[in-house]
Antibody, heavy 120, light 107 residues
Framework: EVQLVESGGGLVQPGRSLKLSCAAS????????MAWVRQAPKKGLEWVAT????????YYRDSVKGRFTISRDNAKSTLYLQMDSLRSEDTATYYC?????????????WGQGTLVTVSS | DIQMTQSPSSLSVSLGDNVTFTCEAS??????LAWYQQKLGKAPKLLIY???NLEDGVPTRFSGSGSWTNYSLTISSLEPEDIATYYC?????????FGSGTKLEIK
């Protein structure tokens, strides 16, 4: 059974940093492109970043470029999101998700999410 | 960026109804369209990819159609467990973009 378990969320002040983790199990992690998708309270879904299966390429939405870094450790089957210079508009539940195994850019499996609140 | 417009934003329905909602892309996405279901307080779940392909394990009462810029999701004979918010997603080009969702409510 595919499992994605996010951790690392919490309350953080504007301008500070936070690092999210996503522990994967039940599938061959190194075969999948991985992504972070977020959802602000009572709002819709917003793609944040994607990393290719071997870590060779990354993609970001414009609003987080230069502030967020997606990375992965295939030996540990873990995905990360380093978030720096956080803003109030980054407040959201952050979901870890797999892309399709055939490298389609839809999201086949999702974690349960971790809440990040940016507030003073 | 490709904008995805979903309509309606909410829909009041009765169990057993056939329900269709739409998603329009701001440019041709060549069928690279996925649909997700999100129940209250839960993570989204993939229903359909490639505009028409049902994800494994998804009930056959769900179906997708469309091409170019216009897509739709149909639920035949609505069941209680189908009450949720539904999102479409462009996966043709980056940035990957979602519609704002259609929320189903019981009449």
């Amino acid at each position: 059974e595919v499992q994605l378990v996010e951790s690392g969320g919490g309350l953080v002040q504007p301008g500070r940093s936070l690092k999210l983790s996503c522990a994967a199990s039940g599938f061959t992690f190194s075969d999948y492109n991985m992504a972070w998708v977020r959802q602000a309270p009572k709002k819709g879904l917003e793609w944040v970043a994607t990393i290719i299966y071997d870590g060779s390429r990354t993609y970001y939405r414009d609003s987080v470029k230069g502030r967020f870094t997606i990375s992965r450790d295939n030996a540990k089957s873990t995905l990360y999101l380093q978030m720096d210079s956080l803003r109030s508009e980054d407040t959201a539940t952050y979901y870890c998700a797999t892309h399709d195994v055939g490298f389609g850019d839809w999201f086949a499996y999702w974690g349960q999410g971790t809440l990040v609140t940016v507030s003073s | 960026d490709i904008q995805m417009t979903q309509s309606p934003s909410s829909l009041s329905v009765s169990l057993g109804d056939n329900v269709t909602f739409t998603c329009e892309a701001s440019e041709n996405i060549y069928g690279f369209l996925a649909w997700y279901q999100q129940k209250l307080g839960k993570a989204p779940k993939l229903l359909i990819y490639g505009a028409t392909n049902l994800e494994d394990g998804v009930p056959t009462r769900f179906s997708g159609s469309g091409s170019w810029t216009n897509y739709s999701l149909t639920i035949s004979s609505l069941e209680p467990e189908d009450i949720a918010t539904y999102y479409c997603q462009n996966n043709h080009v980056y940035p990957l973009t979602f519609g704002s969702g259609t929320k189903l409510e019981i009449k």
